[in-house]
């Protein structure tokens, strides 16, 4: 995917978006929080298909919806994100671990790995920024951030309690 990211003064930043597919999607992100996004059609680079205005908290919501943090499809479980160098990743807790039934606290996930568990999702709840009183299940997705050594380091260790 293609994206050009243009700064516009005394309004916020435009971000174009070319998908593999050939659609064209521009976002304009206000100063004010406001975002705009145009869906443009592939023959006609000037002619706007489809225009959606959302508020601050919309667009976080189209985030996470888009982004996999409420429903991950699948197929795409072991998918992860990189974002220079953070790597955000889901992991499905296996019935076998070493995990399962501790606390995050308990088996100190960030101080041993320095990964960080950034939600936890099951079939009837999801808990965003667990504490660390929070137990582990089985079955249970979590999403977890680091860089790449520090997930490579998570598996391991919420499986069989050692690296």
Known sequence: MNIKETELPGIGRKYQLEA???DQLVIIVHDDGRREMYHFDQQDQEESISMVTLDDDEARAVAAIVGGLIYKPKA???VNVALD??????YKVEPHAACV???IG?????ETTGATIIAIL???KKIINPGPDVVLSAHTTLVVAGERQHIKLLKPWLLSGSE
């Open 20 to 22: 593999r597919n050939g």
């Open 76 to 78: 795409l479980e072991t």
């Open 85 to 90: 160098d953070l790597m955000i990743e889901w």
């Open 101 to 103: 039934g501790k606390s």
């Open 106 to 110: 308990e088996i100190k996930v960030r």
């Open 122 to 124: 099951e079939k009837d």
